[in-house]
């Protein structure tokens, strides 16, 4: 999934170790645009992809590529936004491609150069004009 909006906050970053070796997590929100903007918390999990955040300067504008997860804990669920990218916005710039199709990339392309028109084609004939002969041969008149 895919979401615009300005960087507003980043969050702290959390450091540990596990039986694989060192880890980080970190995350940001984001401010999206409209009549009833939203602020939206995404996590980073990974070093290059908490230092993808870092580079962005603050209150300019992101597309940000995510996967939400849920998970119930007591009977209750929790969602995480799991941010698998993040760039700065620049109007007028293509954003870097996706690794799957993105509806908004695709709408942002710019248009194609439109191609000579081709010549127009001789239109069939109704059905109705048809000859005698290739008419169905039934009482009723169903084309079918």
Known sequence: M????????I???????????????????????GDYPRQVAFDCFGE?????????PMNSPVIVRFNP?????????????????VQQYVPGQMPAPATGY????AST????TPAAAPAPAASPAPFASAPAAEMPNSSDDLPF
């Open 2 to 9: 895919e979401i615009t909006g300005r960087l507003i906050r």
């Open 109 to 112: 392309a710019a248009p194609a």
């Open 69 to 85: 997860e849920s998970r119930e804990f007591n009977e209750k669920w929790y969602t995480n936004l799991r941010c698998s990218n």
């Open 11 to 33: 969050l702290a970053e959390t450091r540990g170790e596990s039986a694989r070796g060192p880890w980080v997590r970190g995350g940001f929100v984001i401010e999206t645009e």
């Open 48 to 56: 290059d992809r908490v230092a993808m955040v870092k580079n962005i």
């Open 102 to 105: 993105s509806y908004a990339a």
